[in-house]
């Protein structure tokens, strides 16, 4: 299958009307992110998106809005789990970029997703997901992932492993210290 190329939108030849918001309805490609080495993808990986544009000045106000579902493998267990998001981006894009030595923290959004006055919105949205994502994708919260002895997964059955002996001693210190 053809690989899919990122959505993108051409800013810079957009009407520049002071404060005049515009909206667009569009077809966005979201990417496969790679977390933790494992692959996670976007099912359906086109989503409706809603792009909202406000001229103000040196560049466009924009926000973005859509809602996706993240698949891949639970961190603890590996058992297909899936996270759903709901996203809005909000960023402010140059349409000129000023020289180099000018280029401040500010300018940051525009030097990551604008080329050539076109917005890569499929970047632009990778990086609004990343900052949503909670630090484990788990199939359910209290997943109780994989034995570390057998690999049994804990959800389905009770192995009956043994705890090594070195975290037997560990809680019976504990077990010591709290008498
Ligand atoms: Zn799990
Ligand atoms: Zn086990």
Known sequence: MPAHKPTTFDLASQPRELGAERTFEL???????????????????VVPARLALTYAGEGFAATMQFNCRLEGACWRCLEP?????????????????????????????????????????????????????????????????LCPQCGSNLNFEECGCQPPVEERWGRLREWKAAD
Do not use: H
Not at 27 to 45: N, S
Not at 105 to 124: C, I, K, P, Q, V
């Open 27 to 45: 077809g966005l490609y979201l990417p496969p992110l790679k977390l933790a080495g494992q692959d996670y993808g976007f099912v359906p990986d």
């Open 81 to 145: 789990a899936d996270l759903d998001l709901d996203v809005t981006a909000r960023d402010y894009f140059e349409t000129k970029l000023p020289p180099v030595e000018e280029i401040g923290e500010e300018e940051e959004a525009s030097l990551w997703f604008m080329e050539d006055g076109s917005l890569n919105l499929s970047e632009w949205a990778r990086s609004a997901i990343a900052e949503l994502l909670p630090p484990q994708i788990l199939c359910r919260e209290d997943c109780r992932g």
